[in-house]
């Protein structure tokens, strides 16, 4: 064993049905008296009952998918004008980028309140987008002081959504055990993820608003983020990232369904991975696992019903051959490339 692992610097509070006090208490903590409410109006009703406990400055309601640099530029507009000395998000992966685009510049700590299980709120990654190029960077500035899980406020998550965002974070795990920075430790959070992941999903699906379902797919998300931050983006998200900016997909939609078809492609190839994701689904492999969790989901299966067009997988062999990490598991080819996409595309078997 010789591996340098760098632990994140933040505190995680679960508190379900509590998270008004929770973040009451973190933003005291921090010494705070100015805050910067981050909130779309999708998550306003979520966001109230924190409003009422903390001191706040301003409410901010504009919140786009990926982060425009423009609405980037607003948000930290608001954040001078009132003088914000702390961003509180309260939303899903969109929301809390927000926050970290405004950390990005101001230095302002962030209290992140997810409410799906996207885990963008454990990374020190920032996303911003341009035109239509989406730029992301890694910085500890932006990485949230402390996150507060409230079960209670996933509740209002649609079905569909919960599902394909839940997977998105089974992707989180999935990539961890091969990415470019992996070690064991990453790879420990990530089979337990896994684990979690699969044993919350189905009583999510099941039950969209109850709460054990939902807790135990927030630890399995929280664990799949802090093992992906460490672990780096493999070739399962260097995939997602080239065709959700290519083809403007939806982001939780497009992992779950390129999953299955990347797992399949590397885990012939990476035996540990195999038997680690296998062990942690209790299946006799990897691959049966997930598909027999995607079964009981009724998870998405097809890239073409998200949006993007035939003649994509053509056009995106070439940037996806030219981000995969050099060290994935599986030699990364045309062929193999193009026919992990058609079958991404048309909803086909993973082979
Ligand atoms: P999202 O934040 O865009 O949310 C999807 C939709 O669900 C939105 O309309 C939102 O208002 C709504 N919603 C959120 N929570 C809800 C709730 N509890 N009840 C009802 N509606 C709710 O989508 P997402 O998948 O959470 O996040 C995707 C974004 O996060 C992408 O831009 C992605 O790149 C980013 N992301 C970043 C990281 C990172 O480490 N930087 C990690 C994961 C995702």
Redesign the pocket.
Known sequence: MKFAHETLPQRVVFAPGESAAAVAAEVAALGARKAMLIA?D??AA?ADPIAREIPVAVRHEEVV??VPVEVAARAREAAAACGADVLVSV?????T?LAKAVALTTGLPVVAVP??Y???EA?N???LTEGETKTTGVDNAVLPRSVVYDAT??A???GG?SVA?GL?AMAHCVDSFWGPRADPIDRALAQEGVRALAAGLPVVAGDPAGREGIEQTLYGSYLAAVSFAGAGSGLHHKICHVLGGMFDLP??QTHAVVLPHVLAFNAPHAPDAERRIAQAFGSDTASAGLAALRARLDAPTALKEYGMPEDGIARAVAPILAAAPAGNPAPVTEDAVTGLLRAAWEGSEPS
Not at 91 to 95: E, M, R, Y
Request: proline share 3%; aromatic share 4%; charged share 5%.
């Open positions: 779309s999708r998550e979520l998918m990926h939303g899903g992966g969109s929301t980028g409410t799906t996207a885990g963008s990374t990654v920032w996303g406020l996933l209002s998550l649609p959504l965002s998105n982001h939780a």
